[in-house]
């Protein structure tokens, strides 16, 4: 299961696929790929690239009352949080048309790499002391369209440099717990005594 740093690993390593596959050539000057805070949008930080923002984090729905898991020493650990990501994709350009094919792009190009191994996730993250996957995790990234709600809450909040952007989840995100389950010694010998009768004929 992945640890603590497994959202900011997710984050950077899509970011960081798009930015070693995407067509430099559609680009009118050198672009930028840049990970988003919300308050991105309201500044030109990026005017040719591509930008990414983890807007929500939430507990996922499909996994919400995950079991301890026992470790290869015996030992027990607590239960994982599993939580769902949803990603805002967004290609920038001065004109209309190439952004609209840098777009095109970067939908076939997620859907044929939807697919993310632990080896790309740990080596995207800034810090690699710790990896943040096992080497046999991976993580799968889904085109999810935005809900009419979400859809207008955004707009709201970012319409003075809203663009066309793509909106992608990634699911059931388990994060490893370093806490144990304290179950005590394992019983290995049972004792057994041979009752002694009480005055007056009582056990």
Not at 138 to 157: F, R, S
Request: aromatic content about 8%; hydrophobic content about 45%.
């Amino acid at each position: 299961m992945a640890n603590h740093l497994a959202i900011a690993a997710v984050a950077k390593a899509i970011l960081k696929m798009v930015e070693d596959h995407c067509p430099r050539d559609e680009f009118a000057a050198t672009p930028t790929f840049t990970l988003y805070g919300s308050h991105d949008f309201g500044s030109p930080q990026v005017t040719e690239g591509f930008s990414m923002l983890v807007w929500r984090i939430q507990p996922s729905a499909a996994l919400r009352k995950p079991q301890p898991v026992r470790e290869a020493d015996g030992r027990k650990r607590m239960p994982s949080l599993a939580v769902d990501l949803s990603i805002l994709m967004t290609a920038w350009a001065a004109e209309p048309e190439r952004q609209l094919r840098l777009t095109g792009w970067l939908l076939r190009f997620l859907e044929d790499n939807a697919i993310v191994p632990a080896a790309l996730l740990n080596q995207a993250l800034t810090q690699r002391g710790v990896p943040a996957f096992k080497p046999d995790e991976a993580i799968e990234l889904l085109l999810e369209p935005l809900t009419l709600p979400d859809h207008l809450g955004l707009w709201d909040k970012f319409r003075n440099r809203w663009m066309t952007s793509l909106n992608y989840s990634v699911r059931m995100l388990p994060l490893e717990s370093n806490r144990f389950v304290d179950e005590g010694p394992l019983v290995v010998s049972r004792e057994f005594g041979i009752g002694q009768i009480a005055p007056g004929g009582q056990p």
